[in-house]
């Protein structure tokens, strides 16, 4: 980390590193782990021969430790690296706050599909399996179900926004 401080500035506001050092094709003041991973969607980059995610460094420099927890984007933006915006989770908790699913749950809100038999079915990952939460006649009514369980499972987790 005191290597990283002497390469890097973080601006834990923006949720952005960047070079204190002139190195090659990098100026000192340009922003640094600024590409966008198109596997993963999180901003990478790397430094003294080393590889990483934006939002582990940003951590790293501004607690003073390397996370030892899976790091969450409490809204949800991959890209958003404001250290308000970042909190350790266990690989649950982190599943937990993702968006919309794909597949068969793509329309409308999350876990929320419509069904051959019945209008809308509502769903929630609860860690180890998928728990249906029953059948609606619209959309919105399954919603709420899916919000209500997501509070009572997830807690601060839940994703409570599409």
């Not at 590193?17 to 922003?31: A, C, D, I, P, S």
């Not at 399954?142 to 997830?154: F, G, I, K, N």
Request: aromatic fraction near 10%; include cysteine.
């Amino acid at each position: 980390i005191d290597d990283l401080r002497q390469c890097l500035r973080l601006d834990p506001a923006a949720g952005k590193l960047y070079w204190t050092v002139h190195r090659g094709g990098m100026k000192t003041g340009e922003e640094a782990f600024a590409s966008v991973s198109k596997a993963l969607g999180y901003r990478c980059g790397g430094v003294l021969g080393w590889k990483g995610l934006a939002h582990k460094v940003i951590w790293a420099l501004h607690y003073g430790e390397w996370p030892h927890l899976s790091i969450d984007h409490i809204n949800g933006d991959k890209l958003d690296n404001r250290i308000l915006n970042l909190r350790l989770a266990t690989p649950r908790q982190n599943r937990a706050n993702q968006g919309k699913t794909t597949g068969r749950y793509k329309k409308g809100a999350q876990f929320v599909s419509t069904c051959r038999t019945k209008p809308w079915r509502a769903a929630i990952f609860d860690g180890s399996r998928v728990k249906s939460l029953g059948y609606f006649r619209c959309e919105t009514a399954a919603h709420l179900a899916y919000l209500h369980e997501a509070r009572v499972l997830h807690g601060d987790f839940a994703r409570t926004r599409a």
